[in-house]
C-alpha cells in the first residue's frame, strides 16, 4: 500500500523560505497581463461608445443595439427619436445606439 501514498519529507533545518515580494510575484504578473488583455481594451472601447453617443445629432442614420435602423429626428437628453419608415418614428435611450452609419444607408437598405 506504500505506492499509493508518498512519504514526507521534512525540508531541510536551514532552508531560507521565500521573501514576501517573491510569492506576490506571480499574483502581481498576472494581474498586469488581465490588465493589458481585458481591463485597458475594455476601457478604450467605452470611451469611445460614450463619445460617439455625445456626438449623435438630428440627420445621423444610426443602428440600435436591438437592430434597428432609423435617422435622428429629434435629440433630446436621455432619449432619441428615429424615423424607421415614412410616418413611423421610435423613441429610444441615447446609449442604445449600437453604431452610426454612412448618410444614404436607409436609401440602400
Known amino acids: 500500500m506504500d505506492f499509493f501514498i508518498s512519504d514526507a519529507m521534512a525540508q531541510a533545518a536551514g532552508a531560507p523560505e521565500p521573501g514576501g515580494f517573491m510569492s506576490l510575484l ?7 497581463v488581465f490588465y493589458f488583455l481585458l ?3 475594455q476601457m478604450k472601447r467605452q470611451k469611445e461608445q460614450r463619445k460617439m453617443v ?12 436591438g437592430g434597428l435602423l432609423g435617422r435622428i429626428d429629434e435629440v433630446g437628453e436621455t432619449f432619441l ?8 418614428q421610435v ?4 446609449h442604445a ?6 448618410k444614404g444607408t436607409i436609401k440602400d437598405a
Open 81 to 88: 427619436t428615429l424615423t424607421v419608415s415614412d410616418g413611423v
Open 91 to 94: 423613441k429610444v435611450q441615447r
Open 54 to 65: 455625445e456626438a449623435l445629432a438630428k440627420g445621423d442614420e444610426v443602428v440600435t443595439n
Open 26 to 32: 506571480p499574483l502581481i504578473l498576472i494581474f498586469i
Open 39 to 41: 481591463i485597458r481594451p
Open 97 to 102: 445606439v449600437g453604431a452610426v452609419m454612412p
